[in-house]
């Protein structure tokens, strides 16, 4: 509980705030969203399995779908983001009612054990998704309802906006009431979490809780405590076992609307994981020129769909710790060293966005552990299991020097030398005969992969971008013996007359090989290159991607839901990267305009699919492509975007 004295100060800071928060409406010259839907009064299996994401720039987010159902526990409107990337839910959704002469109609969606509470879907008529806001229309016969909720950039906050017009005989009340919770994004609720609250004036009040403090605030709506504060019993249609949770609901906001006239209202939620967080935050956003919003997203066929996929890179980029870092993908898969070095080309590098590309090597490289970037950072603890990580961390270097000049560049790596040599002194241990001796720790996740065929490859890339690094910077680093013994080994073992084998005692067709010819330093050759290419396109080549195995394969598993079928036939999207590159290196120009086709493809078939305006984790090997996973992929994203910059550019590949 706060002391007197905070109280005091909160409640004197509420009640002057109202001139400077100004109530929320957008005028309709600025509606012209990137998707709508017409929900036409009841759920349906679109409206529940597409979802929206809106994040703020800092690794918070407010996701749900588009009925407005939370269908798994990662949805809420305020997910909120520490310094160090933990993510908390303080407010799951807000219940909304219209009150008229004794009756009520309920405007929510929830999910509970048994049942599906959604009386607002029998009035539910439009959703509609801009660059930074969702909205919902209802349609209760005499009155109407448009509730937008617009995330805060650079902020743990949401604005719930409302109009409601009434065009009855009668006044009515319109009623919101905030559901807040107090939780890992990925963890359950349970007890009540330390809940506690209070009423700092009429339009604002404070929750507490033992994972944050939430602070609630309406210029035009007034605020009243409640008695019954729990909502009991929540579930999630999607996470079917997962015991019930409960919510906190102290606070309910009114708003009266009398006859045949219009009302426009909002709610600030401002949440942070302490109190005087949250207070600095608000006050800063209710002074003036606290809260700007950005230009809206207007349809116009392909280039609305490359602003909204722009978008989506951007929002893969946040800070961490005095640094820059890259999301893996959202809502939940935080820091990853593999995806960081992956995503880097298509996020940053290929837009020449070099300052934010050395703040992001720096942070993993000044992570580093006998040789290793950390596969993950989890609340600020890194983990080292990736094989892969620190030698695709050494590709995007070469890219680069490559993209950014050597003078640039040697003046970066004279910095980080140290982390060069360690690096490689860690990679030697597992040489044997110019290869790499591993087991695991590949982008096939879990898989056991003695020596698989990506590693190799990166192995002799990472050789021979050392040796430049080394001659450019004027350190000695030799390693011309390794590079010989790699050249004389590595065809002699993989290569099985049609194409690469996946591991040395692996013949399956699989995607990783394509790696190998992709890179800026190969030992395969340009014939041997051109099969590789052949078999791919006939086993592996859809439109949503590469399969991970080929349908001939006796292991083929179609569906992506879990490992067995993601890594035996599941589609991975940013495979196609690496394969757009070999077929621009054998056919450029032959190949620019195939690889627009498949990005202008992708995105009308997939942008709008289950992430609207996002690409998804993994998607099936079979038609219709369901997509899987996390909503937004950073690796995809980011492999899509550098594949249509580099088709499109005067230098390609």
Known sequence: MMSQRAYEEWRKFYETAADRVRAVYVPESWRYPYYTADIGGGLSDASLRREWLLSNGIGGYASSTISGLNTRREHGLLVSASRNLALRLLLSDFDENVASGGSHRALRSRSTVGRLEAPGMESLKTFRLNLDSVSWQYDLGFVTVEKTIEIVPGRNAVLASYSITNSGDSDVM????????????????????????????????????????????SEKMECRLLEDKLIEGVSYPNEAGMPPERFYAPVVFTLPVGAHSIKTAGILAVGYPTEEETARNFKELAAPGGFKRRHKLLSSGLGDDLIAFSAACDSFIVDYIGKKTILAGYPNLGQRGRDAMLALSGLVLSAGRFDIAESIFENFMGRMHEGRIPSRIVDGVPEYEDFDASLWLIDRLGEYRRRAGDDRFRHFILKHWDAMADALQHYRKFEKEGLLQNDGGTWMGSAKRPGAVEIQALWYNALKNLKDFSLLAGEKMDVAGLIRKYEKNFMTKYWNGEYL??????????????????????????????????HVENGLYTMAGMRTLTPKSSKYRPTAEDENGLYNGGILPHLAGPYFKACM???????????????????????????????????????????????????????LMRIYRDATSLHGY
């Open 501 to 534: 084998n996946d591991s040395e005692s692996d013949r399956e067709l699989r995607p990783s090989q394509l790696i190998a010819i992709s890179l800026d330093y190969t030992a395969v050759g340009p014939k041997e290159a051109a099969g590789i290419l052949r």
């Open 585 to 639: 290196r054998i056919d450029g120009l032959g190949y620019r305009q195939r690889a627009i086709d498949f990005f202008t493809e992708f995105l009308r078939l997939h942008l709008r699919d289950k992430g609207i305006g996002l690409i998804c984790e993994a998607y099936d090997g079979n038609e219709p492509h369901t997509p899987r996973g996390c909503i937004s992929h950073a690796v995809n994203t980011a492999e």
């Open 174 to 217: 319109f009623e919101s009431r905030p559901a807040a919770a107090s939780r890992g994004v990925n963890g359950q609720a349970g007890g009540n979490s330390g809940f506690a609250s209070k009423l700092f004036s009429g339009h604002a009040a404070g929750v507490s809780s033992d994972g944050g403090y939430l602070v609630l605030y």
